[in-house]
Nanobody
């Protein structure tokens, strides 16, 4: 069992930056691939970024590639999402998730555990 708690969301102007954190409980964090997803009002949940157990493999959605960076610190049992050059269309509730089996995955159905989310609002 893994419990995930996101933090770091907030209100920021377009062009600004935020860093989201996702802290995990339990001793098996390093055995999970991790992902970030988001859901904007009235829209489907959307893949943002994923990172492998060791951190050596990452993947990003085209909409955030070059602006967002996913990383992890297994000693702190935390995964991060550095978000730069934010746009109003990045406004959403951001979730982190843990996947027991995949190397990395863009498919939300492959993830086993989810956090409650942290709100990111980007003003124009």
């Amino acid at each position: 069992q893994v419990q995930l708690v996101e933090s770091g969301g907030g209100l920021v102007q377009a062009g600004g930056s935020l860093r989201l954190s996702c802290a995990a409980s339990g001793r098996t964090f390093r055995t999970y691939a991790m992902g970030w997803f988001r859901r904007a009002p009235g829209k489907e949940r959307e893949f943002v970024a994923t990172i492998s157990r060791s951190g050596g493999n990452t993947n990003y959605s085209d909409s955030v590639k070059g602006r967002f960076t996913i990383s992890r610190d297994n000693t702190k049992k935390t995964v991060y999402l550095q978000m730069n050059s934010l746009k109003p269309e990045d406004t959403a509730l951001y979730y982190c998730a843990a996947d027991r089996l995949s190397l990395t995955s863009i498919n939300p159905e492959s993830y086993d555990y989810w956090g409650q989310g942290t709100q990111v609002t980007v003003s124009s």
